[in-house]
């Protein structure tokens, strides 16, 4: 079983950064993709980045490609997501996924754990 815990949110100015972290239990971490997605009031949950096993590989939306970078440390076993030049958009609770498989993937049904959720909030 993985456990997922999210951290790093908050409300910040539109231009502004934050970074999520998302600390996982379970002994195999290193074998699984971990993801980003979001979820705003009213819209459903949408991927934002993806990072393979080894962190050699990475995946992003649209929205977010340039602005946004995940990272991982196996040895920490946390995954980061560093967001930079927030938009208003950006609002929503962002969850941390992890899939077991070694592969990125965008869509959420490929992802076996969910953590709890953090709030983002970009002013504007």
């Known amino acids: 079983q993985v456990q997922l815990v999210e951290s790093g949110g908050g409300l910040v100015q539109a231009g502004g950064s934050l970074r999520l972290s998302c600390a996982a239990s379970g002994p195999t971490f290193n074998n699984y993709a971990m993801a980003w997605f979001r979820q705003a009031p009213g819209k459903e949950r949408e991927f934002v980045a993806a990072?393979?096993?080894?962190?050699?590989?990475?995946s992003y939306a649209d929205s977010v490609k340039g602005r946004f970078t995940i990272s991982r440390d196996n040895a920490k076993n946390t995954v980061y997501l560093q967001m930079n030049s927030l938009k208003p958009e950006d609002t929503a609770v962002y969850y941390c996924?992890?899939?077991?498989?070694?592969?990125?993937?965008?869509?959420?049904?490929?992802?076996?754990?969910w953590g709890q959720g953090t709030q983002v909030t970009v002013s504007s």
């Open positions: 990072i393979s096993s080894g962190g050699g590989r990475t």
């Open positions: 996924a992890v899939r077991r498989g070694s592969a990125v993937s965008s869509y959420s049904s490929r992802y076996d754990y």
